[in-house]
Nanobody
Framework: EVQLQASGGGLVQAGGSLRLSCVAS????????IGWFRQAPGKEREGVSC????????YHVDSVKGRFTISRDNAKNTVNLQMNSLKPEDTAVYYC?????????????WGQGTLVTVSS
């Protein structure tokens, strides 16, 4: 059974930092791209950051560039999202996602979410 366990959310003041972690089990972790998504109340889920499986390249949505950093440790099946200079608009439930895509085969899994609340 594939499991993605997200943790690290909490309440922080604007300008503060949090580090989210996603620990995966039950899959060949180094074959999966890992992404963080978030969903704020009343809004659609949006992609925040992701890191590729092959070359480790990272991508961030414009609103978090320069503030968030995503990294992975394949030996520990873990992806971390370091979030600095947090803003109230970063408040959301954050989900990690693992995606494998080769030719016509796609596998995708979601974690349970961790709540980040940024107070002004």
């Amino acid at each position: 059974e594939v499991q993605l366990q997200a943790s690290g959310g909490g309440l922080v003041q604007a300008g503060g930092s949090l580090r989210l972690s996603c620990v995966a089990s039950g899959l060949s972790f180094d074959e999966y791209a890992i992404g963080w998504f978030r969903q704020a109340p009343g809004k659609e889920r949006e992609g925040v950051s992701c890191i590729r499986s092959d070359d480790g390249n990272t991508y961030h949505v414009d609103s978090v560039k320069g503030r968030f950093t995503i990294s992975r440790d394949n030996a520990k099946n873990t992806v971390n999202l370091q979030m600095n200079s947090l803003k109230p608009e970063d408040t959301a439930v954050y989900y990690c996602n693992a995606k494998f895509r080769v030719l016509l085969t796609t596998r995708e899994y979601w974690g349970q979410g961790t709540l980040v609340t940024v107070s002004s």
